[in-house]
């Protein structure tokens, strides 16, 4: 009987969730969600210098933010708990003395200075610069008196003497040769066990089937494995997904732009939007589409359509995706979201929810990210509209822009309310009356009104502004 999928995701609380991670766990969650499996989230903090409860606050909230919710773990609680390494100590512990009991792991007392003069004359045969096996068979007396020095030992993992070989959902068939690698260290001189020995203990104990993580760490695979070998238990499966590079081809980093999910956020984009795109840095449905809901992400994932290609992180492409996710939304919903964006302006928003809904569907079109709004919708909220670059002075100043500055101002004698319907009207009578018409008759309204060639609908600006204030700026512009 095949077993329940049970994968988890296993951040460090050491700073912000970032692009790399966020995608890890968005992949781990989906393919949970269509397994009809359990996610796990465990906190991996046994960095006790850098991990924070700060940090794994902000790791929670993020993986919320993006939608993504945990059946086991931090704050939802478990069958196999504790989730976070800090509180496993004495399970790490008991299993460590089993090992050196049996024989399978052992006390090193070599200093760093003579490892890395042992290292160094490896390199110089040509040998593999493995651990030399120095403190492998010490005796009980030797280990006394070197503890009586004051020296305070490791726990070395003895590393078996054949190759280690793994089926890969996504790499396929990956060996190890034997002699690779030497016995390593599983739990430091201050008692805290090292990632690649807590891991194999934590994954054994929470039930994981599959481990789906980063191929980064396939390096590791080889070291956790001989873990599962030593202890006598049984391994899961593996999934190591190609690496995100930036446009360069060089590991995505802070300098091609690719920030925490939280900066994300603040820069006004979707959660929707950033799972989308990063699910399909690695995968791809079979349609070809790109925009994809949540549950279609779920029903249609697939590790055979997974690339084993490392994936280029395209910013321009996401702003693209989020800005079609924008498009989308209602646009009650819309304005729920841009308010803040507003607020941090410091704009004065109309207490009218009606106008300040109209004010946002007329800049819609137009946002790529939320905070697009700010800038789109600058004239409506402006204390000053000056012109955005001087060039523009020169089109206000010419004879036919002064000739449709003063039928405004005349047209707009003729109505008492300024609707977007009396501003196209009135637009028509213009080019009639003056014979200036197209481009030449709404650009110097546009650059009058608002100081810019480009921006939202002039009958919307026009009715948002209502006539009081069309005319007082285009009489700003007109040449007595």
Request: net charge negative.
């Amino acid at each position: 009987m095949t077993k329940p999928v049970r994968v988890r995701f296993a951040p460090s609380p050491t700073g912000n969730l970032h692009i790399g991670n966020a995608r890890t766990a968005i992949l781990n969650w989906i393919f949970a969600r269509h397994a009809k499996g359990t996610s796990v989230l465990r906190i991996e903090d046994t960095d006790l210098e850098r991990s924070t409860k700060e940090s794994e606050q902000s790791i929670l909230q993020d993986l919320r933010w993006l939608g993504l919710d945990w059946d086991e773990g931090p704050e939802v609680g478990g069958d196999f708990g504790p989730y976070r390494q800090s509180e496993r100590l004495e399970r790490y512990l008991y299993l460590t003395n089993k090992l050196l009991t049996e024989g399978k792991a052992f006390h090193c007392y070599c200093e760093p200075d003579e490892l890395e003069k042992a290292r160094q004359e490896a390199i110089k045969s040509g040998k593999q610069p493995v651990y030399n096996g120095r403190c492998r068979n010490l005796t009980a007396e030797q280990r006394r008196e070197l503890e009586q020095q004051g020296k305070k030992p490791v726990i070395r993992l003895r590393f078996p003497d054949h190759a280690f070989t793994f089926q890969d959902l996504v790499k396929g068939e990956v060996t190890f040769p034997a002699g690779d690698l030497g016995d390593f260290v599983i739990v430091r001189a201050d008692g805290i066990p090292t990632y690649n020995y807590a891991v194999v203990i934590d994954d054994v104990d929470m039930q994981i089937t599959h481990v789906v993580r980063g191929d980064d760490h396939v390096a590791n695979t080889p070291k956790q494995l001989a873990v599962y070998e030593a202890l006598g238990f049984e391994k899961p499966v593996f999934a190591h997904i190609p690496m995100i590079l930036g446009e360069d081809k060089t590991r995505l980093s802070k300098r091609h732009g690719a920030t925490s999910v939280d900066q994300y956020a603040q820069d006004g984009f979707l959660p929707q939007a950033l799972v989308n795109y990063l699910s399909l840095l690695s995968w791809s449905s079979e349609t070809g589409d790109e925009i994809l809901s949540l549950q279609r992400l779920i029903e249609e994932f697939d590790f055979g359509r997974v690339s084993r290609s490392p994936a280029v992180f395209d910013p321009v492409k996401l702003r693209w995706m989020n800005g079609m996710y924008i498009r989308s939304i209602d646009i009650s919903r819309l304005t729920d979201l841009c308010v803040p964006f507003l607020h941090k302006a410091d704009y004065v928003l109309p207490e009218n929810r009606e106008l300040l809904e109209k004010i946002v569907a007329g800049v819609q079109e137009k946002m790529e990210v939320l905070q697009d709004v700010v800038a789109a919708t600058r004239v409506f909220f402006a204390d000053e509209l000056e012109l955005e670059n001087e060039e523009l002075s020169a089109v206000l100043k010419k004879e036919s822009t002064q000739k449709v500055l003063w039928s405004f101002v005349r047209q707009c004698q003729t109505f008492q309310l300024m609707t977007g319907d009396n501003f196209r009207k009135t637009v028509k009578v213009i080019g009639k009356e003056t014979g200036v018409i197209g481009r030449d008759l709404w650009m110097p309204l546009r650059i009058a009104l608002t100081g810019q060639e480009h921006g939202p609908d002039l009958p919307l600006i026009a009715e948002i502004f209502g006539k009081e204030k069309c005319v007082a700026q285009i009489k700003k512009w007109i040449i007595e």
